[in-house]
Each structure stands twice: as structure tokens, then as C-alpha cells.
């Protein structure tokens, strides 16, 4: 019960809004230590020049989706020679 009732407070909100010119992101950011600096957990990650992503919860877990989402981009722009679609990233993210 311990366990649920300190992930349950660390719970924040990461939302994407879909605009006519692009992707407007944002991430809600609480700092849980005094001995952070302001800026050092950053909940939006740079994936490629035409890709990124909002998270929220634990980091650490976001990074092995960050590593990941770099890996596919990078694996359909060797093979493609193009942007990797919306779609096809979310659908390889998924699996």
C-alpha cells in the first residue's frame, strides 16, 4: 500500500495538441527534490528534426522510449531515405 500511495503522488500530465501548423506539446513539471536544479527533468525529448515526445512519470522509464523512438527513426531514414510518418512511428513505438 506504501508502494501505491508514493507512485500514485508522482502522477503528472503530459498532453500533445494537434494544430493546423504543426504540434503544440507540453508537460506539467514538479520538482521532487530541493537538490534538483530548475531544467535538469526536462518531460519533453527531441526524438529527430521532425519528431518528439511528451512524458510524464518516471524518467529513467521514458528514456528506454526516447532510445527507442531515436532507434526507429533512425532504422526507417536508413532504409527509406525519408521522415518517418506519424503512424509508422506510433505503430513501432507500440510493439
Known amino acids: 500500500m506504501l508502494l501505491d500511495f508514493c507512485t500514485a503522488s508522482f502522477i503528472r500530465t503530459a498532453i500533445g495538441i494537434r494544430c493546423a501548423d ?3 506539446m507540453g508537460a506539467e ?5 530541493p537538490l ?3 531544467g535538469s527533468n526536462k518531460q519533453i525529448a ?7 515526445m511528451a512524458f510524464s512519470g518516471w ?3 521514458a528514456r528506454q522510449l526516447i532510445d527507442r523512438g531515436r532507434s526507429e527513426i533512425s532504422n526507417y531514414e536508413e532504409t527509406y531515405d ?7 512511428l506510433a505503430e513501432r513505438m507500440a510493439q
Open 36 to 38: 534538483l536544479k530548475k
Open 22 to 24: 504543426g504540434v503544440v
Open 29 to 33: 513539471k514538479i520538482l521532487l527534490s
Open 46 to 52: 527531441t526524438l529527430g528534426p521532425h519528431q518528439g
Open 59 to 61: 524518467a529513467p522509464d
Open 82 to 88: 525519408g521522415v518517418i510518418p506519424p503512424a509508422v
